[in-house]
């Protein structure tokens, strides 16, 4: 499953690196040598513009770059660590605001039974899938659902893609 930040926090430091080398770029000619006033102006205010929209571009990407490694690590984590469940019955949810290329954002909402039999309801956050579907008919999806041992509240689900599912049609 693929967070919907990944791709945006790569964009982001890319984006903030230009803006801020244009910046780097228009304090560098600051160096006062024989301008006017008015170009002094024009090249003070470009860079403003640009070198903070590099520090914003940059700020943005650098957030969602500890964003993903702080999911990665706690994915890792249970992945090691917790109790593993399969789910049985999934919904997804998808979320038509945000949308990345040809891909859904949705969320998934999974029932699974305990080690004590009991049924749990677990959400999970956002990732993207294919908008399109796969040739064959509609696709299947599985879920796992890794729980902490000591804490049933810290878990992670895994959305796994089984195929396409086949209909029967009965054309009489």
Not at 37 to 60: C, K, N, P, R
Not at 144 to 168: A, F, L, Q, W
């Amino acid at each position: 499953m693929k967070s919907p930040f990944q791709p945006f926090a790569k964009l982001a430091i890319i984006l903030g690196g230009i803006f801020t080398g244009a910046g780097i770029i228009f304090a560098v000619s600051l160096i006062p040598h024989d301008k006017s006033e008015d170009a002094y102006e024009t090249i003070f205010s470009l860079f403003l513009v640009f070198g903070v929209m590099g520090v914003l571009w940059l700020g943005l990407g650098i957030g969602f770059m500890l964003h993903n490694r702080k999911a990665n690590a706690k994915r890792d984590r249970l992945k090691a660590e917790g109790a593993r469940f399969h789910a049985e019955e999934i919904r997804l949810i998808p979320n038509y605001h945000i949308r990345y290329g040809a891909h859904l954002t949705v969320r998934a909402e999974c029932t699974y039974r305990d080690a004590s039999g009991q049924m749990c309801l677990v959400r999970s956050g956002s990732f993207l899938l294919p908008a399109y579907p796969q040739p064959g008919g509609k696709t299947a999806y599985t879920a796992e659902v890794y729980v902490n041992r000591n804490d049933p509240k810290d878990y992670y689900i895994e959305v796994h893609e089984t195929g396409s599912m086949s209909y029967d049609r009965d054309y009489r």
